[in-house]
């Protein structure tokens, strides 16, 4: 084969200010890892590509209608468009081996996750994000950042 393993990134994880309240939270020892292996990075952020940033976070809430990602105020529903970015992000990107999420991240988190119920409550913190659960529905690896 010879071809490079293509890794799916977060991009907050190679420095881009993305998250939700605009501050940086790379981690360059993963880029510095996959590179090093000789992998080709292809970077990734459905919240920024969909809301912009900075923008309102959001949580894990499961609901009568399944796992929403719901805004921490607001209450917004913002799980379609999530879902669409991701869907079209691995149409696009059929190749992908190995996609590394930012841990914690409602979108991103892969076992990490925390869930909330409708009033707040802490379900459980090991929990897949919304594009992440795309990936693991395609039968892409995943792991977070952490874990790398």
Do not use: Q, W
């Not at 590179?35 to 609901?63: H, N, Q, S, Y």
């Not at 590394?100 to 990490?112: D, F, I, L, N």
């Amino acid at each position: 084969m010879g071809s490079k393993k293509r890794v799916a990134v977060s991009a907050c994880l190679a420095g881009h200010n993305c998250r939700y309240n605009a501050e940086p939270k790379g981690n360059p020892e993963v880029i510095k890892k996959l590179e090093k292996e000789g992998c080709e990075i292809v970077l990734f952020c459905p919240e920024d590509a969909c809301f912009g940033t900075p923008r309102e976070a959001m949580d894990l809430t499961a609901t009568s209608e399944g796992v929403k990602a719901l805004t921490k105020f607001s209450r917004e529903d913002r799980t379609g468009p999530i879902v669409d970015y991701a869907e079209k992000f691995f149409d696009d990107n059929p190749e992908i081996d190995l996609f590394v999420g930012k841990a914690r991240s409602p979108s991103c988190g892969v076992c990490t996750g925390r869930l909330y119920d409708e009033e707040g409550n802490l379900l459980s913190e090991k929990e897949a994000g919304i594009m992440t659960a795309e990936a693991k529905a395609r039968g892409i690896k995943t792991v977070d950042d952490e874990s790398l």
